[in-house]
């Protein structure tokens, strides 16, 4: 795989700046995505999954203290833009997102289709308005949207109908990358399925990289291909999806697993005690230590992430592992 058809995320930092000190939200995060793969960020609220999509995309917040690292896309170190060239260079047509909450996403006075053609007008991709509507009705389509509804409110439809539709503005300028935040969350079971679906048909019919910020590890395996588990601001562990999902490696990785119901197996729920620690003054040592039910006397020092068996882990105990 050739730098070119990478996008690639090299010792990632955003920090916030607080009264109590700086949030270190996103702590030194490495990722590799080739063509056409997904990626599922997987960890507790208040990991710092949301921030690392935010850092991704630069929609940062007046308090950042810190931030810094690289972010590679097709060869080229998007950090080393202006912000004024990043906005007319990338965000949008090279790097799309798709937030949570798809109301919050939409202007509430304005139609759907021409918030959507709006992205085409603006990244000069389309050269009149007639033209920009043909392109989103082309768009809408593909995700499922009667053409009907382009002329119609954000408030009269509902929620899944706004989450395809804020969908088709992030596929409508067809980016290279797109960080979905929690694309299903306060929905049905039912419009998480279909959504899901559409993400699937996407995915097989295009070469587009999708970063999926979740929760619901059970949702995102139908889409991963790789998995990333974020704690307290750094990923513990990256694997192929299938091994991720078949055995985990990382007591943490673990723990979510076994708290995740099967259809298929009448196992005993577990829950992981104790509380994540604070982002403002993180331990020193491993994260995950004073939860950990493995813990000994070498967590008190930080570990690496460790290749073992093709995965990484920042977990001492594969230390002789990754020698192996």
Not at 78 to 87: A, P
Not at 178 to 205: C, G
Not at 219 to 238: I, K, N, T
Not at 275 to 296: E, K, M
Request: with cysteine.
């Amino acid at each position: 795989m050739t730098p070119s058809e990478t996008f690639v995320i090299e010792n990632l930092r955003l920090y916030f700046r607080t009264h109590q000190g700086p949030v270190q939200a996103v702590d030194g995060v490495n990722l590799t995505l080739g063509r056409g793969r997904t990626i599922v960020v997987v960890g507790e609220s208040g990991c710092g999954k949301s921030s690392l999509g935010r850092a991704i995309l630069r929609l940062l917040p007046r308090n950042v203290q810190t931030y810094s690292g690289s972010v590679w896309l097709n060869g080229i170190d998007v950090m080393t833009l202006t912000e004024e060239q990043f906005r007319q260079q990338v965000r949008w047509t090279r790097l799309a997102w798709v937030p949570q909450g798809a109301m919050n996403a939409l202007n509430p006075v304005i139609g759907i289709g021409d918030q959507i053609a709006e992205a085409l007008l603006v990244h000069q991709q389309a050269d009149t308005p007639l033209s920009a509507r043909r392109a989103v009705e082309e768009g809408v389509g593909q995700v499922g949207v009667p053409l009907d509804f382009l002329d119609r409110y954000p408030f009269e439809l509902s929620g899944g109908m706004r989450q395809r539709l804020v969908l088709a503005m992030a596929l409508i300028t067809h980016p290279d990358v797109i960080v979905l935040d929690e694309p299903t969350s306060a929905l049905d079971v039912l419009t998480q399925a279909n959504i899901m679906n559409v993400l699937k048909t996407i995915k097989r019919s295009t070469d587009t990289r999708f970063v999926l910020i979740t929760h619901d590890i059970a949702a995102s395996s139908e889409l991963a291909d790789d998995a990333a588990v974020m704690y307290a601001g750094q990923f513990v562990e990256v694997s192929g999806a299938d091994q991720f999902y078949r055995e985990p490696l990382h007591p943490y990785s673990q723990a979510l697993m076994a708290s995740v119901p099967a259809l298929r197996d009448d196992k005993r729920l577990a829950a992981i005690p104790g509380q994540p620690p604070s982002l403002i003054n993180p331990p020193t040592g491993c994260r995950f230590a004073n939860r950990c039910p493995a813990r000994f006397s070498k967590c008190s020092e930080e570990p690496p992430l460790f290749p073992v068996e093709g995965r990484l882990v920042k977990c001492w105990l594969y230390e002789e592992r990754s020698h192996a």
